[in-house]
């Protein structure tokens, strides 16, 4: 996902970490359901790490692993917080609404005005497979649930109906 309004640019670079290529929405891949991670291993951590460089190189908020071409579910997200990998992640409990802009990086120069929860509670696994509970409001429960839905094929489009419109670069950098 990415925000209309960006409140921080990460310059993240780690050696080693490489770029993936992004699918765009009509890429049948981005319409399958993913599967749990058993295991942490090497190639895992590094997609994570390369999904996180991936992300923070194209000014997104959150990128699910299908959006590189991989059916696993495991997202990474930074809200302006740091990046957490979340794996095999389950929302426990949502409250609230909240309206807004939402767009994704699988369908760049668009953005759409999305319903979603105010609060979002979830379960995930870290690299080192130990349980972590987040809990989180407006950008941060948003995002969970824009990238959660990549993992069962779902994109914020078929929620955003007629309000799917062009942005331009300068928009989404504007404070
Ligand atoms: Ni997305």
Known sequence: MFPLILT????FKEDGMALRQIRYLGDDILKKGCKPIKEVTDRIRT???????????????GLAAPQVGILK???????????????????????GEQTGEEGCLSYPGKAGIVTRPNYVKAKY?????????????ELLARCICH??????GHMYVELAGDTIHDVTYDEMEEE
């Open 147 to 152: 990238e959660l839905d990549h993992l069962d």
């Open 8 to 11: 921080r640019f990460k310059d």
């Open 125 to 137: 696994y870290d690299l080192d497979m130990n349980e972590v509970i987040v809990e989180g409001e």
């Open 47 to 61: 997609l994570a790490d390369d999904m996180i460089e991936t992300m923070y190189e194209f000014q997104g908020v």
């Open 73 to 95: 579910r495991m997202v990474v997200i930074d809200v302006g917080e740091g990046p957490i990998v979340m794996i095999n992640p389950t929302i426990l409990e949502t409250s």
